[in-house]
């Protein structure tokens, strides 16, 4: 599928589509596809392969020069990334850093932790992790209990947490701790930058169905980190950390969900290839999965149209990640389904197909980044103005 984003970027698109050409070959060639939000597959090509945007300046097309970016409009950005998902290249390893955390220091970071953090995410040269839920307080985080509190020039971190996107290969973690011990709910809270090759941080990774160990539990035991190392005010961690989930469900989706409609095509082909053997019943919800990365990508462009028009996002914007989620893990049992019992058997060593870890991965994407049930909560009550769910 293939989009015109007018004259303005045309030779910009020439570029991206020529420089992807050159140099998505060889390792990377074969790694097309790899990877995803939560996916460890194929990790030192995929820095590898950041590694080769960097010096190709395709990282922080947006950002300012002063920062190492390029200074370029939001539209130049978007057509890369839908270029880039085009292109079926590696899933970027440093998403966290460059997609999520760098946007957020952006907007609310001092101009002394931009100059120190940001040029480093650009280069390849320190990656991130976001330490945000715990046990106890993932869809509801304002329930969190990690702990830090100032001694001298020194924050001391002690508690717990989990569902750490590679926080065995990050180098920074960005924290939402309760600086305030007295406080309750979403006051009190900060967020801090924590270096992660320390005594105190130990991470201990947790293996997920598919086989991966992207994820990892984090115990802060006396870590520190320096005074000066919050993003925003001290004690409006919330209002830091609501942001970056911002980002994390907006712009983030569409170079992902592009790779949807990439999945639903081998789909259909794998339907057709299948003849008879797929019951009518069967064909019909393919038909409305091939529907649905179709309306994913009419609210991104909704969305982004908004956006560059100057204007706030519509309530499609709200309920983009709740669609998208959903409607790709249908897409993973479909697969399963036309794969037939032969889709059920993986080899010696776990070797599981592309559809099986699209599949056991996307039973995920309902859970992170805001579980399902909380997001459709926060449709009824903040779209709808449904009345608030009871709580005890």
Not at 138 to 150: K, M, N, P, V
Not at 227 to 255: F, K, S, Y
Not at 367 to 383: D, H, K, T, W
């Amino acid at each position: 599928m293939d989009l015109d984003f007018g004259p303005s970027v045309a030779d910009f698109r020439a570029e991206v589509r020529d420089w992807l050409a050159g140099h998505l070959v060889g390792e990377f060639a074969a790694h097309r596809g790899i990877g995803g939000p939560a996916d460890s597959e194929a990790w030192d090509v995929r820095v590898a392969w950041d590694r080769e945007l960097a010096a190709g300046g395709w990282l922080g097309l947006s950002w300012p020069v002063e920062y190492g970016g390029r200074g370029l409009t939001l539209l130049e950005e978007v057509v890369f990334n839908y270029e880039y998902a085009r292109s079926g290249a590696p899933y970027r390893a440093t998403t966290s850093g460059l997609d999520l955390f760098g946007p957020m220091l952006l907007a609310m970071g001092t101009p002394a932790q931009k100059q120190r953090f940001l040029p480093p995410i650009l280069r390849v040269e320190e990656l991130w992790g976001q330490g945000f839920s715990e046990p106890g307080a993932g869809s509801d985080l304002a329930s969190l209990r990690c702990r830090a509190e100032l001694d001298g020039d020194h924050w001391v971190l002690n508690g717990q947490k989990v569902w750490t996107t590679m926080a065995h290969t990050a180098d920074w973690l960005y924290v939402l701790v309760r600086t305030d011990p007295d406080s309750e709910r979403h006051r009190g809270l900060s967020m801090l930058l924590v270096p992660r090759h320390q005594p105190g941080v130990d991470v201990r990774v947790i293996r997920n169905l598919a086989g991966q160990d992207e994820f990892a539990e984090v115990y802060f035991d006396d870590a520190r980190t320096a005074a000066d190392l919050v993003v925003g005010e001290v004690g409006q961690g919330w209002r830091t950390a609501m942001g970056t989930l911002g980002i994390e469900r907006g712009v983030t989706l569409l170079p992902q969900q592009l790779s949807f409609e990439r999945e639903v095509e081998n789909l259909v082909q794998a339907a057709r290839d299948a003849g008879d053997a797929v019951p009518a019943s069967t064909r019909d919800r393919i038909v409305e999965a091939w529907m649905s990365v179709r309306l994913m990508r009419t609210t991104n462009l909704r969305t982004l149209g908004e956006v560059l028009a100057g204007r706030a996002p519509g309530p499609q914007a709200g309920i983009a990640k709740l669609f998208a989620s959903t409607s790709h893990q249908r897409m993973g049992h479909l697969a399963a389904e036309v794969a037939g019992p032969a889709g059920q058997l993986v080899g010696e060593h776990y070797d599981l197909d592309v559809r099986q870890r699209t599949f056991l991965l996307s039973l995920a994407e309902t859970i992170y980044g805001g579980s399902s049930e909380i997001q459709r909560n926060i449709i009824g009550e903040q779209l709808l103005g449904l009345p608030k769910e009871p709580r005890p």
